[in-house]
């Protein structure tokens, strides 16, 4: 904190996660009173300013039998500062969108504008269209409150996006010849990577620039906060999608409904959907191998299910099961178009369970139905969580900057707005962790498979264990 | 713990707040291995089974210049327990909801009798109709997989709800009679109050029944819990509400929009929904006194967002400005309907704005268009995130009953599932703490008066505090 | 048509409605060939252009045994003729919405400046702001399909638009200055008449105006027309308000819900609403007088529902049973606000019927619930139906516009569009006719009191028909 | 009608399409008065019961220089008869659906079970399950009000549906030996001439039973009625899907959207969706050849819109474009799986395209997202509009049947319903008429290319009717 900073705080218990700060690569940097203090409509209450003592815990589940964990990781707190290092008249700020689209980004484009706008006094403010390749490319766009008044009603990003087109130099150059002070990224984990390069330059270059970060992944593979914005939406909007399915297996003799949901390498929105809907039978992700044929596996499930209830859902995220592709999909590789259709999982598994129905059981009726609800679920507008979600998230983020940090993320953790080094979320993945309670609930309030092969050694624990209990 | 329960644990730093089991009451209780271990479909991975150790923090916010609280109060983590406290052929549930709808209520039934039913092969479910006086005054229905199958779809209780009808010995003795060992009461604040005098009376007569509560509260308004289950569905439908008042004052010159919500003592739903639309210009609730005429007064902020933007929108808990209305009405309180309309905060303001328009600008167009969605918020099916959150509270219960524990309820604790002793939960109110980060955030972000009147100490306060920081 | 309008055509047969044309006050006027004719992208094929032998019978209902109708009303079919009679770089167009909200009318707007923009090259149309009176006071707004590109997503009017404010020298004042050719007025019964006196007043000063209507009454009550646009999406959206009052009165004993839809003087989305929801007991209308009390009335009809299903929901137009109103309030009509309410049909008879209740069954619960959508479900955007139609109907009246036609009414009769006079249209109503299919639909499907009083004529007349047919 | 049959009715003008009566086959046949005389809620006004002189008329469409259509078809009305040919205690009632889902089936069987019950007194309801074959080969389910009660907020059916399993001697032979005396047949044209089938057989067999037919199919591929049901509500749900395409588009640089809708052989639901969404470019049918590559060309038109809004949203029935699939994949037809997969003409639009602009622009930025919401679309409840729809259908067949028809199609011609004989219906195909106005708004509301190669006749027809119009 003595360089400005949110130091590491090596009081007896505390260790503070250290978010860096302007004023560590700019000593001399001048700092104002939050205008907040002077708003005309309310009065900050004492505790309204977040100091930089107040510290989030990451990890809150507790042994009883062990001491509380003195090295555990503390987030820094995000919220107004009383202090800021911006004044309002000289800020000039860029907000770029990259990736693909997301419920949400929208809302959170509209909420850094209102939020820079109203309570900092902010009036040069710019989108960057079409992701990073915008700082370069194309027209900057001006934003402000009245520019962007009806866009959290709307899906997608009315910047534009696309991916790729980081250009480090052309970028930090833009950056610098513009004379942005302040620059937004919303993007995943590939855009917060550049982001670290973005503000290793800047810093590099020593420019008074802060880089605020808002990960955006509908896919909730970043790792660290709480979940990342939209993926209730899409958890929502994926109900339709298995809602239909559910409908079309139930309508018709052993009938079987498929979905497959964004996620290639967390099954997050699968998980969820799964738990939210609970007309599911099964859910596959990335990070459980499963396999069809045989005893324990898939098919069986499938088989046993439609026996005892007349039909059967299964959602899978579009990541699971690809090591089956892989192995099952060698020669057909060389067919261009065809090999890629047939790299959906969703497309292998209908065919497959087709197959094995009519060789199983030839005389009875059964009909499969496969739904790829994709885009439909990623480009609506954010729905009322969401959007609370975003809007905090933006003003988090804005309130951070404002206030000298940079090369940091926006975001919850454990339910609390937080200010994470960008370094340590661009590193960190987010898959399901399946030895925990979210894969848990899935599994037993499903009553699922879980894929274990014949032979494998987690039968004799079982019955290991079992035994063991009996005799309790 | 050594007893069964989960004891208070005096370890170095760690005091878990004690949940009632059986055993306490039963001393000879016989447990038995969780049938789960013998899951045809699943193998319970090592951690798949909760101990009695694991507990979550309640306060997580930390000030990094103070040593960790070693005071601070923990629960204990939710989840199936390796040894359980019934056979499922011996167990005979009942299931009462009781007190206004909420979103969500059928789906918690629904995931209550499927859990017990496929995870721990309970076969005797009953339905208790129309809240408490059911137990004693109608037939109990039974529930099946096949009975509830489509329930989680549609809004309000299948089983029926009232208010009142609570009779202890009456409702006692039912359980007795049918021999009903565990039961699940889904019900607001009056409701677990009811269940701990059930409790009690429950040990007094030394019967084995668990008694486990899932609080179901729109307001939110139960403490402790991290929310109510319905809350974000009816902040998302509300939002339609906010969207037509937004519209309408859009559509018109000078045009205001009010919407009522639910909320008579705390304003969750108002704060949520003014978070989640963003068209909102003021949110009042009842845990902040306002005023409408004069300096600072809601009715000169009205005309100040009439004059910057033609519109404006007001979203108000029903308890909000009571005082006021009090103050107001008190001789038509004597025309017995026309007070109770009165009462109502949207009429009133609805009225007393247009007066005060009219007598200020006679000749300016005008129109307000209030709107009380009460009912078309609260008797609505779950949406994805409540439906998710209403299949894992159930789920916990579940768990939680079979693992012996009763007197408890199950909720989520800074995102994690926990059992809470009942009488903790039955007298914790939950108002919205408006020193704290979610009213300062609707505050900040929605840039509305905090209704501190003229003279008040606080407007010296400020103008200390900007002086001090101006020359900081 | 020798003169330019539509002439009464009277050929053996068939009676055109002649529609109005510039050609019979501006002799003169010069034709051109339509520029549809060189659309770069598609060839009028034969049949393309409509032409005025195009005529639509307003009664095909027939009566086998009679001869058919020689004297019949036949309206001109509307759509692109061969020769329209403005050149698209003199047509000046303004376009004015007036009235009460409607889904829709953002959509009639921007299909309006869609179809005149691309298909007839017209650059200069203007936004008339906040209804009649926007036409003297205020600025005109210049629209083009960039600016108008999303309205078709939002409720309301981004136009804006009052009650009254019709000036009529000042209006055709400033039509005249600015240079108005077309004029497009998208209103209700009141708005039309103001229409017809613009009509008159332009062809006195002998002006090339061209004045379109198009109808908007999301109560249905423009006569002639198939029905007006936003009625389904009106329809659509209170079943949301039916369904949870549907809801509210399954979860309690004895439940009532009482939903109140728009409808002053005709009844049509009462009726709608009810044949689309199916959860309804008992329709309400203005058209049709009921009584409460005694046998045949409203309570006794609802007891027995209650008795039967244990619920019991009522859905009435505002206009239904005002005549009681009258009579049951006039004391309390002293009390001005007081009896404003209480003028509200809902809270009349959920008041009435709880009185009712606890004085015949003072010892059985019960529970009234009262929800009032209106504006809940007028201003959203338009749904899939009336998006559909808004935009035939906006293509249509640009066509007819083009085309020289004035005073004149776009709108579907039976299924088809045409081209109405607009004093015809002003002057007819639209009560929902209570001896023809549509109410006799209701009555059955419902299987809903009449509320015939005992003692009229029509019991005798049932037990006569009765008797004569049982002896058939 | 002598016969007890609608008979050909030559008076003067109106030709009457005949209905079948059982009276027709069985001569001896009681009839009773209708039940609905003795209703104990309503009274019968003169002209509530329908009577066999009323007509409607086919075609509306007059040419005023013309005398009336002599020769025209009219079509006996639906609605109640004075006269009914069934005691409420002899009815014995099937209800089967047949083919692929379709909104609203569970809303028609719904409201035909209460219909029955509560104006008829029929008490004996069977639903048959999974279609034709269930006549024969499952459980035939008892259907009461109290039954179907939610059915119709649910999508499918809830009796199960499939193809095939059309046995015609075992079908009628489980009709005669369990007594039925009215069939209801919900299906698509296979199903209907199944019905004629059945209808046949049961003349020939002397059984008084009646054959109503109620056509599903959400393609509305079935001629001569209006509409079928579940069209309306597959529209509004394809607003999701385009929505979403139009979204992905506009937020990427030469973003483009397809979306594929149901309609193998005609483009109703792609038509009614282009003019519902007015954020499409082009709509692709198959009643119109289109080509892709060269001048007038398929991406020549994309191109063209990319260069103006940045942006493209196409979509297609299912059935567009399969001549240019069969001329281009003719050798990947040897592939099975891929050949099928490639036959979806979204996929190869879509790589058709992409290989197109790469080839082009191989240095521009673009993007192709293809949905295919099929099963989203049809398997969701019905909306307001079509539920009454599904409504007044079923009633209209339950009247009919009752009064004695047989082998007739209930729906609405012009607006009003009717009966109309089966036979008929079973043989008219509906395509999307393109030489007349609904697709004519379409190419002129679009402004979309209407596909004429270069070199056709229909060029030079343009230019000449051009130079004609000019000198005009």
Chains 1, 2, 3, 4 share one sequence.
Not at 74 to 98: D, L, M, S
């Amino acid at each position: 904190m003595a360089n400005g900073g949110t130091d590491v705080k090596q009081g007896p218990k505390i260790l503070l996660e250290k978010v860096p700060h302007l004023k560590s690569f700019l000593p001399d940097l001048r700092s104002y009173p939050n205008p907040l203090y002077q708003n005309s409509y309310f009065h900050p209450v004492p505790g309204f300013f977040v100091t930089d003592r107040e510290a989030i815990a990451q990890n809150i589940v507790m042994d009883v039998d062990k001491p509380v964990d003195q090295n555990q990781r503390y987030f820094a707190r995000a919220g107004p500062r009383e202090r800021v290092f911006f004044e309002g008249e000289e800020v000039k700020v860029a907000i770029v969108t990259c990736g693909g689209l997301c419920p949400g980004m929208n809302t959170v484009i509209r909420e850094l504008v209102n939020g820079l706008w109203y309570q900092y006094h902010v009036r040069d403010i710019r989108g960057i269209q079409a992701g990073y390749r915008g700082f370069f490319s194309s027209e900057h766009v001006p934003l402000t409150p009245k520019v962007v008044d009806h866009w959290h009603k709307q899906g997608g990003t009315r910047l534009g996006t696309s991916r790729g087109g980081f250009d480090l130099q052309k970028i930090v150059n833009a950056i610098q010849d513009r004379g942005y002070n302040i620059v937004f990224l919303i993007g995943g984990d590939g855009t917060l990577r550049g982001a670290v390069e973005i503000f290793n330059e800047i810093n590099k270059r020593s420019l008074k620039v802060s880089i605020a970060c808002i990960p955006k992944t509908v896919d909730n593979d970043v790792g660290i906060i709480d979940r990342s914005f939209g993926l209730q939406t899409a958890v929502e909007v994926a109900q339709e999608a298995i809602s239909a399915a559910h409908v079309e297996a139930e309508s018709t003799p052993n009938g079987v409904g498929l979905v497959k949901v964004m996620g290639r390498y967390a099954g997050h929105i699968a998980v969820n959907a799964t738990l939210s809907s609970r007309d599911v039978d099964c859910c596959l992700i990335p990070e459980i191998k499963f396999f069809t044929q045989g005893q324990g596996g898939l098919f069986e499930f499938m088989e046993q299910r439609l026996m005892d209830n007349g039909h059967c859902v299964i959602v899978m995220a579009e990541g699971a099961g690809q090591d089956l592709l892989d192995e099952n999909l060698k020669e057909s590789t060389k067919d261009e178009s065809g090999n890629v259709l047939l790299r959906d999982i969703g497309l292998w598994l209908s065919t497959e369970f087709k197959k094995w129905w009519k060789e199983k059981h030839p005389d009875k009726l059964f009909a499969v139905k496969y739904i790829d609800p994709t885009y439909m679920v990623r480009a609506v507008p954010s729905n009322a969580t969401d959007t609370l979600y975003c809007t905090i998230l933006a003003h988090s983020a804005i309130h951070g900057a404002m206030a000298g940090y940079t090369g940091f993320v926006a975001g919850p953790v454990n339910g609390n707005y937080c200010y994470i080094p960008l370094e340590l979320v661009a590193v960190t993945k987010n898959p399901v962790d399946v030895n925990n309670p979210s894969w848990a609930w899935v599994r037993s309030v499903n009553n699922q498979p879980d894929f274990v092969p014949p032979g494998d050694d987690r039968h004799k624990a079982q019955e290991k264990a079992v035994q063991a209990n009996l005799t309790h």
